[in-house]
Structures are given as C-alpha cells and as structure tokens.
C-alpha cells in the first residue's frame, strides 16, 4: 500500500469509526493529524512509519468487524476463531490503547517518523517467534504492544494462556532501571503477568533458553507477577 493509498484508507477508517466507535475515531484522527504535512511519497519511503500505519489499519479494521456484528455471542465466537495471543491483543490490550491516555505515543510516534527508531533485537526477536511457534505456541507482535506497553512479543503454550515478554541483552548489572520501567509500563496498562528476560547472544544455546522460559511461564506464572530472569 503506498502513501496515499495509506492516507485515503485512514480517513476512510474515520468515517465508519465516528458513529460506531468513538475512542477509535479519535486515536485515528490523532494519526491522521500526525501525517497531515507529510507527502504520499516521502511517507511510502519511511518504512517504519508505513509499517506502523499498516498494523494500524489492520487491526482498526478488525476491531470495526468484531463490533459490527450483532450479538456479544458472535462476537465471542469470532474472537474463538483467534489464536490465544491474537485473541487477547483484540479482546483485551488493543481496546485498553484505544480507552486510556498513551503516555508514550507522542514520544514514540516522531521516533518513528525522524528516522530514530531502530529494532536493535529485532532478529533475535523474530528467530525467538519462529522457534514458538515451530514448538506449537503463538505468538503476537505489533508497535504499539511494543513501543507503549514494553513487550516484545506476547507468548503462548500449551495452556494457551498469553504472557507478555520484553527481551533486553542489557547486562543483569545494568538492568534494573529498565527492569523497573518495564513493571510500571505493564501495571499501567493492566498487563497481569509479564516477563522481563535478559539474554546474552554469546553464550551457546542462549536462543533455546529463551523459548523454554517464555514457553513455561506461559503456562505457568501466577497472575499478579512480574518475572525477571536471570534473577
């Protein structure tokens, strides 16, 4: 989708949102003001910035359909169709983005548009996705889980109970700060069980390591903890 394809499909969202959804409306319309003096073509070339805004239409166009439909039973049944972690991003984290102040969108969002943002872990991250859902878990990553609610991935096993995850290969000795900032970002949004898992890509088999725990504590970690590992 190029740049005013993008444009044209916001405003679009907009419209069907007003009436219908509200809460959602306004955040577009935040969005839409955000790229207001930024031309079609210079958008299409800010990859991140494109990728945030296709996520974006996404899941404000599956949010539109579930809420379109008649009765709180088909839309139970529709969010069933949905893997664990998909389910619990629209029944759960992306409805609470869309109701709560972001105190981190601003920031973040002209991040994304000077060109700072940078996905310092984003192999890892991928290769860690790829090896849960080859082992029968799910996963879900998206910007705004990642940029305003500290997780890297949501994580789900066997129990099929979603987890959030932030990876960091911040040493343990330098860690805390960050660790603390994690725990306030997930009591913020209501997050219940969070994983704060710190790596060293030197060490042998350190990619299989973060499977097991993030898969373990899927199934797990009681509600109510914030897990850092290493402790």
């Known amino acids: ?29 935040e969005i839409n003001r955000w790229l207001k003096d ?44 949905m893997t664990p972690t998909e389910r619990y991003w629209y029944n759960y984290l ?33 290769s860690m996705a790829e090896n849960i859902v080859s082992r029968g878990g799910t996963v879900w990553q998206c910007y705004v889980a990642d940029l305003s609610m500290a997780t890297d991935l949501i994580v789900s096993s066997r129990q099929k109970k979603p987890l959030c ?18 725990e306030r970002t997930l009591g913020r949004w ?8 710190s790596y060293n890509p030197g060490l042998p088999h350190f990619m299989n390591q973060l499977v097991n725990v993030a898969l373990y504590n899927s199934d797990n970690l009681p509600l109510g903890n914030y897990l850092k590992f290493p402790r």
């Open 165 to 182: 995850v932030q990876i960091t290969r911040v040493a343990e000795e330098f860690s805390q700060q960050k660790y603390q900032n994690w």
């Open 94 to 126: 992306f409805p609470e983005w869309l109701n709560e102040k972001d105190p981190k969108f601003y920031i973040w969002k002209q991040k994304l548009m000077t060109g700072e943002f940078n996905q310092a872990d984003a192999e890892i991250i991928k």
């Open 38 to 81: 930024v031309k079609p073509g210079t958008l299409t070339a800010k990859k991140f910035v494109t990728a945030f805004l296709l996520q974006i239409i996404k899941h404000s166009t599956v949010w539109l359909t579930l809420k379109a439909l008649p009765s709180e039973e088909e839309q139970q049944s529709a969010l069933e169709l």
């Open 190 to 197: 209501k997050i219940k069980r969070g994983l704060f898992l």
């Open 1 to 29: 989708m190029q740049g005013k394809e993008i444009k044209d499909k916001l405003k679009t969202l907009i419209s069907q949102a007003s009436s219908r959804e509200p809460c959602l409306a306004k955040r577009l319309d």
